[in-house]
């Protein structure tokens, strides 16, 4: 069973649907006990970092998460919920989960902000498994005004270019992140899930 975090924000409802339908069997939760007894968590991602991170203190969610991923529970964060995991997040000065180095910043320039629709995904490490089955510069959906600057840059796995160019994926024997939906981004998206699932099933 994969636990999908739900903290009061975000669209919960298309992640879980867009897993059960590469296979995954889903539950969602703010319940610490679920996230405890579960094969992987996953962490969706849609509204104010500071908010979300008071939530998911208030429900003891983030030290389920933390013992999830200490356990080796494979875990993934798409968009707020991949900046959720750094050190800082600037909007609302928070303090992120601490599951790797680094700080969540605003976008300081671009055509637009917020970043919303479709952009390049350049991957760095083609031969990872996040990438498993999806092409070199491949397209997916975006909507976000804030992005992750590691202090580490082992673990960045893909740029992508808005403006100029930030990490849009975390790889880390820990945890994936993606600063795009896969879940509204088609077949693309649904492959990653699908090497989600498939490092969950081990």
């Known amino acids: ?37 579960s094969r992987a ?6 509204g104010s970092g500071g908010s979300a991170m008071a939530r998911i203190t208030e429900c003891g969610l983030d ?14 964060g798409i968009c707020l919920g991949m900046q959720l995991l750094a050190d800082h ?9 601490h599951l790797f180095r680094g700080a969540v910043r605003r976008i300081p320039h671009g055509p637009k902000i917020p970043h919303m629709g479709w952009n390049q995904v350049q991957q760095l490490h083609s031969d990872l498994p996040i990438f498993a089955n999806i092409p070199q510069n491949a397209y997916f959906y975006f ?38 939906h896969p879940e509204k981004s088609g077949d693309v998206g649904l492959q990653l899930l699908k090497n989600f699932v498939r490092w969950v099933k081990g």
């Not at 997040?89 to 989960?97: F, K, P, Q, Y």
């Not at 600057?149 to 993606?178: H, M, N, R």
Request: net charge negative.
């Open 1 to 37: 069973m994969i636990a999908i975090i739900d903290y009061r924000a975000g669209n919960i409802r298309s992640i879980a649907k867009a897993l059960e339908q590469v296979g995954a069997r889903v539950q969602v939760t703010d319940d610490p006990a679920v996230v405890a007894e």
């Open 41 to 46: 968590v996953v962490l969706p991602g849609v």
């Open 63 to 76: 030290d389920a998460i933390r013992e999830a991923t200490d356990q080796g529970k494979p875990f993934l």
């Open 89 to 97: 997040h600037a909007e609302g000065e928070t303090d992120g989960l």
């Open 143 to 180: 909507a976000h005004s804030y992005y992750v600057e590691p202090q580490d840059q082992s673990g960045v796995a893909a740029l992508t270019d808005y403006g100029s160019p930030y990490c849009s994926v975390i790889a880390t024997e820990q945890v994936w992140g993606t600063q795009f």
